[in-house]
């Protein structure tokens, strides 16, 4: 069974750098073909892909955040992380970290991390 966590600070300030962490358990982030991807889902509002970091290492970004995008990873924790720079309160959401097998889609999803922007 493979569980996913995110961790990281639940408040940010506009301007500085949004970065969270999912620790992966019960599976390998280097294992053929999955994507690890971000998602986020602002209050009222529905879920938004952010972009995902793949087996091999390569990076995948939406078009729309790519700009402030950053996805790596840390393969001896099997861990992968977000960073995503200039936030503003547009960027207040639930961040999830989920395991995604494409074409089939995400089959495991972490619990989600509420991450507020605010001064």
């Known amino acids: 069974q493979v569980q996913l966590q995110e961790s990281g600070p639940g408040l940010v300030k506009p301007s500085q750098t949004l970065s969270l962490t999912c620790t992966v358990s019960g599976g390998s982030i280097t294992t053929n073909y999955y994507f690890w991807s971000w998602i986020r889902q602002p209050p009222g509002k529905g879920l938004e892909w952010m972009g995902a970091i793949v087996y091999s290492g390569s990076t995948v970004y939406s078009p729309s955040l790519k700009s402030r995008t950053s996805i790596s990873r840390d393969t001896s924790k099997n861990h992968f992380t977000l960073q995503l720079s200039s936030v503003t309160p547009e960027d207040t959401a639930v961040y999830y970290c989920?395991?995604?097998?494409?074409?089939?889609?995400?089959?495991?999803w972490g619990q989600g991390t509420q991450v507020t922007v605010s001064s």
């Open positions: 989920a395991r995604e097998l494409r074409p089939y889609g995400i089959d495991y």
